[in-house]
């Protein structure tokens, strides 16, 4: 049975590791890791950074927009990254069935990724932090930052130094309740809308995050007394215009087809 990834991150004392950028033999020991967890999921022993290219999603957004990709829910066979996930977006996860992330590789990259973070936490902050810190100097202006592409950890928890990096915003959709979650101003959170949300669950969300994503087949104007806005055409959330609404987004890959209340259909 899959391990909990966040409650085994936040026992660690994370939150003590200092962001200094990694020497040269550090990074070198780095390096060497990276390829050695590589190999381990069928890959050639060389180096990959741990952000990868944005995807389609994160690339319509007009500020630079980047994110770490770990495997989603219980992907990775030894942790599960996802407390919450329910039946219906498991089944129609984007980190699983949708898009690039049907390729084995996509799969097998989240797979050595999460596996890196989970044993060796302390390098694998840095190095992330390293990598957040090349990506503001290359674009040279503010960017926007995702530590759960399709993960669901508590990263304000366990590493909260990572949201004193300058020029960056995060945000992140999260199944999570309010009081489980730590709201800090620099990272915007959107609540995941699924089969088992009651109304009250949803009204909470936007009230408290700012707004909260739901699934649709078709776009409605309106759901239970709140405000649609098309997710669709950006994902940057940290919008100050999405406040107090709900962020539509249409179902895509296997989710189309999705029978467990997941997707709504209020037309």
């Known amino acids: 049975m899959s391990k909990d990834l966040t409650r085994h991150l936040e026992s660690l004392n994370l939150d003590k590791v200092e962001l200094r950028p990694l020497s040269k033999s550090e990074f070198s020991d780095f390096k060497e890791l ?13 180096y990959s950074k741990l952000i990868t290219d944005p995807n389609y999603k994160l690339k319509k957004s007009e500020t630079p927009n980047f994110g770490l990709s770990l ?3 219980d992907l990775s066979g030894d942790w599960n990254t996802c407390r919450y996930a329910t039946d219906g977006c498991h089944k129609g996860c ?9 390729f ?3 799969k097998r990259a989240k797979i050595w990724r999460t596996k890196l973070l989970a044993d060796h936490p302390q390098i694998f902050i840095r190095a992330l932090a390293d990598e957040i810190r090349a990506l503001v100097v290359k674009y040279d202006r503010e960017i926007l930052f995702r530590f759960n592409v399709v993960s669901d950890l508590r990263w304000e928890r366990f590493a909260p130094q990572l949201f004193e990096l300058e020029n960056v915003r995060f945000y992140d959709y999260t199944k999570w309740k309010i009081s489980g979650r730590d709201l800090i101003g620099n990272y915007r959170l959107v609540g995941s809308f699924t089969e088992r949300t009651t109304d009250k669950q949803l009204a909470d969300y936007v009230n408290g995050f700012g707004s909260s ?5 078709v776009l409605p104007k309106t759901f239970k007394g709140f405000k649609v806005v098309d997710g669709d055409l950006s994902d940057d959330r940290t919008s100050s215009k999405e406040v107090g609404v709900v962020v539509g987004l249409t179902a895509k890959g296997s989710a189309v087809n999705d029978a467990s209340g997941f997707v709504q259909r209020p037309n």
């Open 34 to 46: 990276v390829a050695t967890y590589k190999v381990a999921d069928g890959f050639k022993s060389t």
């Open 71 to 73: 495997a989603p829910a």
């Open 94 to 102: 984007l980190g699983i069935v949708s898009g690039r992330n049907t």
């Open 104 to 106: 084995s590789s996509s």
């Open 213 to 217: 994503a739901v699934v649709f087949d």
